[in-house]
């Protein structure tokens, strides 16, 4: 076993922790997904009777003793066609209309192919990972 000069834990200890700990952290996000799961189903359900109470009553809100309900539109925009939304982001400078995000594998990837083109303001967030697997059990 190796031993590391920083510290005298060794890597087959500090790796055998890291997975038990990633195993751990798996089984309670399951388990926390699975929990949360019938909240969400009971939460749309309850929505749902609410917005045919309000419908029904030709309302955009109502008021309780203890709650306010307000009915609303909620729009999601889904582009089949990126091109013509880009040429529309691009024809009317309306970069506010996507999100502020970049692709870090995409971007990565870019720079390394033109390096000249680093972008002002573009700041990277830099760290050493490390990737821990369990072997495959021998036969």
């Given at each position: ?22 195993t751990e952290r ?12 019938v909240f969400e ?99």
């Amino acid at each position: 076993m190796e031993e590391s000069a920083a510290t005298s834990e060794t890597v087959d200890d500090l790796s055998t922790e890291y997975i038990r700990i990633r195993t751990e952290r798996e089984v309670l996000k399951e388990k926390f997904e699975d929990v949360d799961k019938v909240f969400e189903q009971q939460l749309a359900e309850i929505e749902h009777k609410l917005i045919q109470i309000m419908l029904a009553d030709n309302t955009t809100s109502m008021s309780t003793e203890k709650t306010v309900v307000i009915k609303r539109v909620l729009k999601r925009y889904n582009p089949t066609n990126w091109e013509a939304v880009y040429r529309l982001v691009d024809k009317h400078k309306a970069y506010g209309l996507l999100h502020k995000r970049i692709h870090d594998t995409n971007m990565k990837d870019f720079l390394e192919e033109h390096p000249d083109e680093y972008p002002e303001g573009l700041n990277v967030d830099s760290r050493y990972a490390v990737t821990v697997k369990r072997k495959p059990a021998s036969i």
